[in-house]
């Protein structure tokens, strides 16, 4: 894998890790904020809840693109194109099942395991907006991923000369 995947990776499991180590509902990034900027992130934004489990599945989709992309490509020897719709397609199934894993947790855990375990923090839509955040993160990642691509290529480059030939008079 490359280094950015790599980077990726870590960075997700580093988010993680925090969030196992607090519980997702519990991370204190509110006191964190304001001991390092002196500002609470909580006040600043009218959040009325901890944000930190849909920072996480907002950075599943971010983060997770990249490397079953680069997989796909390398190892499975899928095109650029198929491979990052797999990637694509691979967080959402995966975010949804993940929903579902918890839904079921919560009906097997009864009182308040469950909701420590499930973090909804009183949101009925909380399922909904996580797998959301991690499709925004997703087709965020795909899209950059592919700009990238494209500028690399050179596209951009034969596409702006070819632009700038048409437009420039011919001598005779």
Request: charged share 15%; aromatic share 12%.
């Amino acid at each position: 894998m490359s280094t950015a995947a790599v980077a990726c990776v870590i960075l997700f499991f580093a988010l993680h890790t925090i969030g196992g180590r607090y519980t997702y509902s519990n991370v204190p990034y509110d006191v964190w904020s304001e001991a390092l900027f002196g500002q609470s992130i909580n006040p600043a934004f009218g959040f009325t809840r901890n944000n930190y489990d849909r920072l996480v599945h907002l950075s599943y989709g971010l983060l997770a693109v990249h490397p079953i992309r680069e997989f796909l490509q390398r190892h499975v020897g899928a095109s650029p194109r198929l491979a990052l719709y797999i990637a694509v397609e691979s967080v959402i199934a995966v975010s949804a099942l993940y929903e579902l894993l918890e839904w079921f947790l919560s009906l097997v855990l009864a009182g308040p395991m469950a909701n420590d375990y499930n973090g909804q923090q009183g949101d009925m839509w909380d399922a909904q907006k996580d797998m959301a955040l991690a499709t925004l993160g997703a087709l965020v990642s795909a899209a950059v991923l592919k700009l990238r691509a494209y500028r690399s290529s050179g596209a951009a480059d034969s596409a702006g000369r070819a632009a700038a030939g048409r437009n420039s008079p011919r001598s005779s």
